[in-house]
């Protein structure tokens, strides 16, 4: 099973985005971006999603622990719907997203389903509607 971290700050949220994320069939760890710092430092993750409450540095500062730790685990940041899709760091991120949960779960699965050693096979019923 795939397994998502979600970097956020506000926890409530957190909480909503998780459960669309889960929808993608993968486990998700809802973190503060201090918690996020510690445990993407031991703990190896295929996807860490960024959430837009994070300020700039928090953002810059995860994503580099991520690429330094763990190469081959992908970022995803979620902006605000409106905001303009432009990452804080283009070339470190693997992807943007709006928060519409339709667009956050086709973009998840699409990074998710790029990694090679997985497949995320919808349960009949409990597919996304896109």
């Not at 409530?12 to 889960?22: F, H, K, Q, S, W």
């Not at 994503?63 to 470190?92: C, K, N, S």
Request: charged share 25%.
């Amino acid at each position: 099973m795939p397994k998502i971290l979600l970097a956020g700050n506000d926890f409530r949220l957190l909480g909503t985005r998780a459960a669309v994320l889960g929808k993608t069939g993968a486990s998700v760890v809802c973190c503060s971006a201090s918690e996020t710092r510690e445990i993407i430092r031991t703990e190896k993750f295929d996807l860490v999603v960024l959430c837009h409450t994070l300020s700039d540095q928090e953002a810059a500062q995860i994503i580099d622990i991520v690429r330094r730790h763990w190469p081959q685990t992908r970022t995803l940041q979620v902006v605000f719907d409106g905001a303009v899709e432009r990452p804080y760091r283009e070339t470190d991120l693997n992807a943007t997203s709006s928060a519409e949960p339709s667009r956050l779960v086709r973009r998840t699965t699409e990074l998710l389903q790029a990694l090679p050693h997985h497949h995320i096979e919808e349960a009949a019923g409990d597919a996304p509607r896109l």
